[in-house]
């Protein structure tokens, strides 16, 4: 079992930016896949942004594109999320998620491709 913690987020105005972390222990097998979902009061959790294979191939939902990004520190074993000119409609909780299995044609950015996750940190926009 894979064991995900995440850390940085909070309340901000704004136009203002955080960067979130989400740090993997626990794991027996190298992690291929890391991502980041989010879900609002009442909505369906959403991806946000995905980050796999050796070479870092990232992928970003339109909503995001431009503003966040996703990155890793593979000795850290740590996942995160810089997210820049925040707004209103970032906000939600936010969780990390990661998987173990080699599947080089997916991109993961189904939530069902990921086999771990945390429990989340709050990011609440204001204004």
């Known amino acids: 079992q894979v064991q995900l913690v995440e850390s940085g987020g909070g309340l901000v105005q704004a136009g203002a930016s955080l960067k979130l972390s989400c740090a993997a222990s626990?794991?027996?097998?190298?992690?291929?896949?890391m991502g980041w979902f989010r879900q609002a009061p009442g909505r369906e959790r959403e991806f946000v942004a995905s980050?796999?294979?050796?070479?870092?191939?990232?992928y970003y939902a339109d909503s995001v594109k431009g503003r966040f990004t996703i990155s890793r520190d593979n000795a850290k074993n740590t996942a995160y999320l810089q997210m820049n000119n925040l707004n209103h409609e970032d906000t939600a909780v936010y969780y990390c998620?990661?998987?173990?299995?080699?599947?080089?044609?997916?991109?993961?950015?189904?939530?069902?491709?990921?086999?771990?996750w945390g429990q989340g940190t709050q990011v609440t926009v204001s204004s």
């Open positions: 998620a990661a998987d173990s299995t080699i599947s080089l044609g997916r991109i993961y950015s189904r939530d069902y491709e990921y086999d771990y």
């Open positions: 626990g794991h027996t097998f190298p992690i291929y896949a």
């Open positions: 980050i796999r294979g050796s070479e870092g191939n990232t």
